[in-house]
């Protein structure tokens, strides 16, 4: 099993931004996807991006296309959400989520593992 713990969260002003951490332990030697959803209050969680192991290849909903940068170092089982340009409509508790295998995957089912969870609040 993988334990996953997510960091990184807080208040930012609309333009700014943050990177998220996801810090994996436990069975980290077999090779495992990952990927950062989010959900907003009153809404259902959302594909934000997604990673394969171990790393060449990425994906991104189109909402955060071209602002939001996936990335991981498995030496440090740590995966990275580079969030820039940030916006108030991406406000949202983000959850990292991984999968044992080689490819990424967009749908919040196909994952195994979860995180708890870290605020992400974008003030106007």
């Known amino acids: 099993q993988v334990q996953l713990v997510e960091s990184g969260g807080g208040l930012v002003q609309a333009g700014g931004s943050l990177r998220l951490s996801c810090a994996a332990s436990?069975?980290?030697?077999?090779?495992?996807?990952m990927g950062w959803f989010r959900q907003a209050p009153g809404n259902e969680r959302e594909f934000v991006a997604a990673?394969?192991?171990?790393?060449?290849?990425?994906y991104y909903a189109d909402s955060v296309k071209g602002r939001f940068t996936i990335s991981r170092d498995n030496r440090k089982n740590t995966a990275y959400l580079q969030m820039n340009t940030l916006k108030p409509e991406d406000t949202a508790v983000y959850y990292c989520?991984?999968?044992?295998?080689?490819?990424?995957?967009?749908?919040?089912?196909?994952?195994?593992?979860w995180g708890q969870g870290t605020q992400v609040t974008v003030s106007s």
């Open positions: 436990g069975r980290t030697s077999s090779p495992y996807g």
């Open positions: 989520a991984a999968k044992y295998g080689w490819a990424w995957w967009a749908r919040s089912g196909d994952y195994d593992y």
């Open positions: 990673i394969s192991w171990p790393g060449t290849s990425t």
